[in-house]
């Protein structure tokens, strides 16, 4: 049987969706995580309006959201359980299916860049801690002190954690904080991209690598079927790589009842906790979460929407 891949459309509606992280988000902390994805979905938006590819709007919302502290990804993450931050990203293009992956590391500002360079300028696909580090180094990103990353708030945050611990109280619902970020992208050329950046969970064994780095757990593209990014619980997720599941059944679905039927299938399969935000090449895109709250955003004809419940959506 021969298969030909049906053409793009000729001109596409650019849509923009990012999320926070899915976890319980404190009612204090609402309005900052809600203020974040609006400014990322906003700022990704103005370049696909002016012509920008869906690659560069997923990286430009990723790094925003890096650089606010309100979320769990660049500066602001979560510590490791000796108290350092280490952080992971991923970027596909869903033209090419060129990916660009980094774990581990801990002197760069935006892991998200390094991705971007690992998708562009590498033979391959993941690099990790050191060696990442040194590649990124060597075209062009500044390397920092990783106490540059590391914030009071989470030394107190990782203080607290292990005093629960050493103290035997049971384990948090939704395994614990998470925030981790995520953007998927549809370009006027009919082109997707998807991206997602993390800091990990809280008290981490060093050298722990989630879901959110590697390509079709916590992230995916392609443009025959759809763009994904996941947060949560990464160790379900990856061993159900959620979101490869998602984005095959989203060309049958629809990206709605994928995204629910993903949030549903982790749970059901290994009681996992998170998220997931999808978007289809016709623009159509599906929300879900089994936390209480996920900060997401969306930017379209229509104009922005954003919400951090099930029913914002």
């Known amino acids: 049987m021969i298969m030909t891949a049906v053409p793009p459309p000729a001109f596409s509606t650019p849509v923009l969706l990012v999320h926070g992280g899915a976890w319980d988000i404190p009612a204090d902390q609402l309005e900052a995580h809600t203020r974040g994805v609006i400014h990322a979905v906003e700022t990704g938006y103005a370049l696909l309006r002016e012509g920008a590819s869906a690659l560069e709007a997923v990286e430009t919302a990723v790094t925003l959201l890096e650089d606010d502290e309100t979320f769990d990804a660049g500066r602001g993450s979560f510590l490791t359980s000796d108290g350092r931050v280490q952080l992971d990203a991923l970027l596909m ?39 990442a580090e040194a590649f990124a180094h060597q075209h062009g990103m500044r390397l920092i002190e990783n106490s540059e990353l590391v914030i009071e708030r989470e030394r107190e945050r990782l203080k607290a954690e292990q005093g629960r611990l050493r103290s035997g109280i049971p384990d948090r619902t939704f395994g614990g904080d998470h925030g981790t970020v995520g953007a998927v992208a549809l370009d006027a050329a009919g082109d997707l991209a998807a991206a997602t950046s993390t800091g990990g969970t809280i008290n981490k064994t060093p050298g722990r690598v989630g879901d959110s780095s590697i390509i079709g757990c916590g992230g995916y593209a392609d443009n025959r079927s759809a ?15 959620l979101g490869k599941w998602a984005v ?3 060309t049958q679905l629809g990206p709605e009842q994928a995204a629910q039927d993903a949030i549903a299938y982790l749970y059901a399969r290994l009681e996992g906790h998170g998220g997931i935000i999808l978007l289809a090449p016709d623009g159509r895109y599906g929300i879900a ?19 951090t419940t099930l029913d914002e959506i």
């Open 93 to 131: 293009d869903g033209a090419t299916l060129r990916a660009g992956a980094v774990a581990c590391v801990e002197r760069l500002k935006n892991p998200i860049h390094a991705a971007r360079l690992v998708l562009e300028q590498s033979p391959h696909v993941y690099l990790v801690g050191a060696g």
């Open 227 to 241: 763009a994904t990014s996941l947060t949560g619980w990464g160790e379900p997720i990856m061993k159900l790589v």
């Open 248 to 250: 095959d059944r989203s």
């Open 289 to 307: 979460h089994n936390t209480p709250r996920m900060a997401w955003a969306v930017c379209n004809r229509n104009g922005v929407r954003a919400g």
